[in-house]
């Protein structure tokens, strides 16, 4: 069976944030590992080379495929910040109020820049996929 690629690794968020060359994603990204670390009550890990994750979610695949990712998290691309926020019934209502966005309704959210977003709604979207996720799936704080 093949091994799932994404894993935690011994990077520290921190220290891949400092590493991103955009000023601009740097801070948003310290702002949503401010966030996510709020909500979640997690400690960040990397998860492969670009997501601050927090938390894992364990998943079975129908062919029998079993693996773990991180339950949410963000990664601070060059594009976009993508998050990973999972999917809430309230999810579509809120996207509404959210402001610049693509994506979002099952489970990446892509936002340019922070600035472009109304902080508390996001947080509420973050929190609710959250609490959707510890409902529907397997997860536990690491």
């Known amino acids: 069976m093949a091994k799932t690629k994404t894993q ?3 990077v520290a968020p921190k220290d891949f944030i400092a590493g991103l060359g955009n000023a601009t994603r740097r801070a948003d990204a ?3 590992l401010k966030l996510f670390s709020r909500i979640t009550g997690w400690k960040a ?3 492969g080379p670009s997501i601050v ?13 079993i693996g773990s990712i991180c339950a949410t998290g963000f990664s601070p ?8 926020c999972g999917e809430a019934p309230q ?10 966005h693509k ?8 936002i340019n820049k922070l600035a472009d977003v109304d902080l508390k709604v996001l947080e ?3 929190r609710a996929g959250l609490e959707h996720t510890k409902k529907t799936q397997s997860v536990t704080a690491s």
């Open 103 to 110: 994506g979002g309704i099952r489970q990446c959210l892509y």
């Open 30 to 32: 310290l702002v949503l």
């Open 45 to 47: 890990r990397m998860w």
């Open 53 to 65: 994750g927090f938390g894992a979610r364990h998943y079975r695949f129908a062919s029998g495929a």
């Open 91 to 100: 999810t579509a209502a809120l996207l509404k109020k959210l402001g610049k």
């Open 8 to 10: 935690v690794t011994a």
């Open 77 to 84: 691309r060059t594009g976009a910040l993508v998050l990973y």
């Open 124 to 126: 509420l979207i973050v």
